[in-house]
Each structure stands twice: as C-alpha cells, then as structure tokens.
C-alpha cells in the first residue's frame, strides 16, 4: 500500500480505497519520515481547537474543498506486527489520520462540506476528467 501510495503521490491511503475490506491505513505527513500503517486505528480523542485546510482525495482526482477538522487527536491501533500502538498527532499529520479513518468508515471528503460546495468540487472533477480525457 504504501507503493501505491507514494506511486499517486499521496500522502495516505486507506485499504478500503484499493479494495481491500480491512481497516488498514497508511501514511506518511512528512516525506522525511519513514511510512506509518496503523491496523484497526480507533480515534480516543480530538481536540475542541479545529483547523480548515485544503484537502484532495486520490479517490476523487481534481477535487479539492476546505474540510474542518479537530486541531489534535489520539489515536489507538496496532502496528504491522500486531503490537498496539497509541499516536498523538496534530496539524498535517492529524488531518492525513482523519482523513484515513474518514475512508475506513465510509466516509468522503465530499460528505464533510456543503452541498454548494459539493456541487463545486463535483464540477471540477468533471473538468479535470474532461482534460484528462482530450
């Protein structure tokens, strides 16, 4: 997974966006640092502080909107060799993990904006595949 990740050059990915129906998710915030997989991740906390930042989706190429999130978070999970693991992240690396989990549990980046800008993204995703296609 974190091939294909690198490959589409993204900064995460989660099993369910290649067909595999496990929770697993990849990342990695920082080209830096070395790729982290978090098996089973569970949120145990958020912080009250939020940002809004810009994110895209290797799911939906060409879209990007402005998603709120919680600023910090913990999360719990179990690393590629079963041993459990606890992660207090924030900024970019809180925001990769969310969005991660977001996937795992069926949820879009689409789903978390308004449906004006819903609608938006949904056009310049049209756009991009249409100059993708020409």
């Known amino acids: ?10 900064i995460g990915l989660a099993a369910t966006q290649v067909g595999v129906l496990h929770r697993l998710l990849v990342y990695r915030a920082d080209p830096d640092q070395p790729l982290t ?4 991740p569970e949120i145990e906390w958020v912080s009250e502080e939020t940002d809004v930042a810009n994110e895209g989706c290797l799911s939906i190429p060409g879209v990007h909107v402005e ?11 179990q690393d590629p060799t079963g ?9 970019l ?9 977001d996937h795992l549990d ?9 449906k004006e ?7 310049e995703m049209r756009q991009a595949l249409a100059q993708r296609d020409a």
């Open 93 to 101: 690396e809180a925001r990769v993990i969310q969005h991660e989990i």
């Open 37 to 40: 997989a978090l098996a089973n």
């Open 117 to 123: 800008q819903r609608k938006q993204a949904m056009r």
């Open 67 to 77: 998603v709120t999130r919680p600023a910090r978070l913990r999360v719990s999970a």
């Open 1 to 10: 997974m974190g091939a294909l990740m690198d490959d589409a050059l993204g």
């Open 83 to 91: 041993a459990p693991i606890e992660i207090e992240a924030e900024g």
């Open 106 to 114: 069926g949820v879009l980046i689409l789903d978390r904006v308004s």
